[in-house]
């Protein structure tokens, strides 16, 4: 970062120095001077700043001489020997989950769990990103850290999660007259700090413009979050829990419309995600699948957690 502001720093005095009225100094690769009254030069690192006249500068940039350059932050281009993975940005797309059979059929008594895919979205931070160079600028090793933050919009929105179980387990919502009550949202978070170990290869590590991109790889990720957001249609009135068979098992006032219940919920504390990458310049397109489960052994439903999505912007 801080050669970015050198260069640019560095490109603004050689405007306002030529403009100033030194029309007799010019340098190019070497330090030779060339120039005449009329018309100066100076040329560095495949960019050349030209005066003509006595108001007037013209700055061109020669991508040819870029791959020689020493300034690897400017855009578009990286130093020469330098490999650049496919990890650090803001990604988003959608998730969701599968049982052992890769569909999406749950037991009967895990119904609350069914997933409104449409709505059940994801957002990945991943704010660094360390690179090692296997071969020749073309294959490489990607690492970093990141944040994962998963929803998981349920179709079904008259259950109510308990905490108090030793599984996972949620009651039908009923009102003071016996009705089902449907609120208004019902959806899980999770949160996960992720660290991945990617294997990549690129067609051109020296513009990422013109470069084909596949990675694949491991994610692991520790939980650091995790919440039931419930929004109920009314407050400071009664509301009556009952199972799948009619048994009442308890009764609840809500006092706020939205309700957060922070629970552990009987998840797996880590997770290990399958990944794929690839992409064409800077479009990137990803994919994963947790080849752990999701609950905790006997503690709910046997589910593997998928996500897949694009990433928006890349660094």
């Not at 801080?2 to 720093?9: I, N, Q, S, T, V």
């Not at 660094?128 to 690492?143: A, D, M």
Request: hydrophobic share 40%; charged share 20%; aromatic share 16%.
């Amino acid at each position: 970062m801080k050669r970015k502001f050198f260069f640019a720093g560095t490109v603004m005095f050689l405007l306002l120095f030529l403009l100033s009225g030194n029309d007799l100094f010019a340098q190019d690769h070497h330090g030779h001077k060339h120039g005449s009254k009329d018309s100066t030069e100076y040329s560095m690192g495949g960019m050349k700043i030209k005066k003509i006249g006595e108001d007037s500068v013209m700055v061109c940039f020669n991508h040819h001489d870029w791959d020689h350059s020493d300034m690897p932050g400017f855009p578009f281009w990286n130093k020469k020997n330098k490999f650049n993975g496919h990890w650090a940005g803001v990604e988003l797309g959608w998730n969701g989950y599968v049982n052992s059979d890769f569909n999406s059929t749950l037991p009967d008594n895990y119904k609350f769990l069914d997933l409104n895919n449409s709505r059940s979205m994801m957002v990945n931070l991943n704010p660094f990103e360390f690179n090692l160079n296997l071969c020749k600028n073309h294959f490489g090793l990607t690492s970093g850290l990141g944040f994962e933050f998963n929803n998981y919009f349920f179709t079904d929105k008259n259950y109510y999660f308990s905490s108090d179980s030793a599984a996972i387990i949620a009651f039908r919502i009923y009102d003071a007259f016996g009705a089902k009550v449907n609120m208004n949202q019902s959806k899980m978070v999770i949160s996960w700090l992720n660290v991945p170990i990617l294997f990549e290869y690129q067609t051109n590590a020296r513009m990422k413009m013109n470069s084909f991109h596949v990675s694949a790889g491991v994610i692991g990720g520790i939980r650091i979050g995790q919440y039931v957001k419930q929004d109920y249609p009314g407050i400071n009135q009664p509301y009556t829990l009952k199972d799948e068979e009619g048994n009442v098992i308890g009764t609840f006032t809500p006092e706020k419309y939205k309700n957060r219940d922070h629970s552990q919920l009987h998840l797996n504390q880590f997770k290990l995600d399958a990944t794929l990458r690839v992409g064409w310049s800077f479009l990137n397109l990803f994919a994963s699948y947790s080849i752990s489960p999701m609950f905790k052994k006997d503690q709910g439903p046997v589910l593997y957690p998928w996500n897949v999505g694009i990433t928006l912007v890349g660094w």
